[in-house]
């Protein structure tokens, strides 16, 4: 089922191709002409549901990309609009000035950048001046990264760059958000590096926000998630609490979205099938952010808050559920 919707995706892609080589004029904030030279060449890594459609935004912006992927049917699709393919991360890394990966935890992230033809498995000199990782991963890991890739240098100087830099820059946002480009990014690293590379963000989100040094951007998106388990845990109980109690739900939605109920989950991602259209929940709760990577990310939480000595007694409630 995932592939047969990355079919009718890419099918769209292809017909957006010649916007990507000629954006119109209300897009100039977005188009390949605003690009700094050294933002041009683009690696993307993690093709998934997420992954797919941030690329996409980045191919209509006009970067110029190259991806790698396990899923050889998505390589495939990408290659059919005549986008290179790479086998490994490594040959991603050869041919980008920036690498994107978007990947589903953090042991994965260390194969990519660290494992056996990974990123930086050619030596101590590298071509990518900008390595972001786009993964929801614990904080530690994405500072042991950073602290890692300072020790290399760049095999050519990229402007005012001599070493490559990493920044962490988890996004907030359904599959609906990385398809429309409306993401969040929540950044953490060089804030210099942060602004050189704005626009990239801004090809893929509508917002993007400079957290602090390395692992603060994947501080922040873990605490964003433990409070979107608790609120939508909330607003699930509550709807299905008022219904037992013989209150529509689409008439506890227009109290809750007027009054102090309001948050995410209820106006915006509501769990309730037929009350909005274009959310999983009117699609069979296809296409929603799974159940198994919301736990993945209340143990990142639960893990961070035991590391930082704070109590948790919502997220381990969540964590339960």
Same mark, same amino acid.
């Given at each position: ?18 916007? +990507? ?25 993690? %093709? ?23 899923? $050889?049917?998505? %390589? ?13 991360? $490594? ?27 990974? &990123? ?46 990493? %920044? ?60 979107? +388990? ?8 509550? &709807?299905?609490?008022?219904?037992? &109690? ?5 008439? &506890? ?44 990310? %209340?143990?990142? +939480? ?9 109590? $948790? ?9």
């Amino acid at each position: 089922m995932k592939i047969c919707r990355l079919r009718s995706l890419f099918s769209s892609i292809a017909k957006c191709n010649s916007q +990507a080589i000629s954006p119109s004029p209300s897009s100039a904030a977005h188009s390949f002409s605003s690009i700094n030279h050294h933002l041009q060449n683009v690696g993307f890594i993690g %093709l998934g549901n997420m992954g797919s459609r941030m690329a996409n935004n980045l191919i209509k912006a006009g970067f110029k990309l190259t991806v790698h992927d396990k899923n $050889y049917d998505v %390589l495939e699709m990408f290659s059919q609009m005549g986008v290179p393919t790479m086998k490994t991360p $490594y040959e991603v890394s050869e041919a980008s000035d920036i690498v994107i990966t978007m990947l589903p935890s953090s042991a994965h992230v260390i194969d990519v950048y660290t494992g056996p033809d990974g &990123l930086l498995h050619g030596g101590k000199r590298i071509r990518p001046w900008l390595l972001i990782d786009s993964s929801t991963i614990d904080p530690q890991t994405s500072r042991n990264l950073s602290a890692t890739i300072s020790n290399y240098i760049l095999r050519e100087r990229q402007g005012d760059w001599e070493k490559p830099v990493k %920044l962490d820059a988890p996004v907030s946002g359904s599959i609906i958000a990385a398809e429309a480009g409306t993401l969040t990014f929540m950044v953490g690293g060089s804030e210099e590096a942060f602004l050189t590379a704005k626009s990239l963000f801004l090809s893929m989100g509508k917002s993007t926000i400079y957290c602090g040094e390395a692992g603060s951007g994947s501080a922040a998106k873990i605490c964003n998630n433990l409070a979107l +388990a608790v609120s939508m845990l909330g607003i699930s109980e509550a &709807l299905a609490l008022g219904q037992s &109690l013989g209150v529509a739900a689409s008439t &506890l939605t227009e109290i809750f979205n007027c009054s102090s109920a309001r948050c995410w989950s209820s106006d915006a991602y509501n769990p309730v099938p037929g009350l909005m259209e274009g959310v999983p929940s009117s699609k069979d709760y296809n296409g929603g952010f799974a159940s198994k990577l919301m736990a993945k990310d %209340l143990n990142l +939480a639960v893990e961070s808050a035991k590391l930082a000595g704070c109590k $948790y007694p919502l997220t381990s409630q969540a964590q339960k559920m």
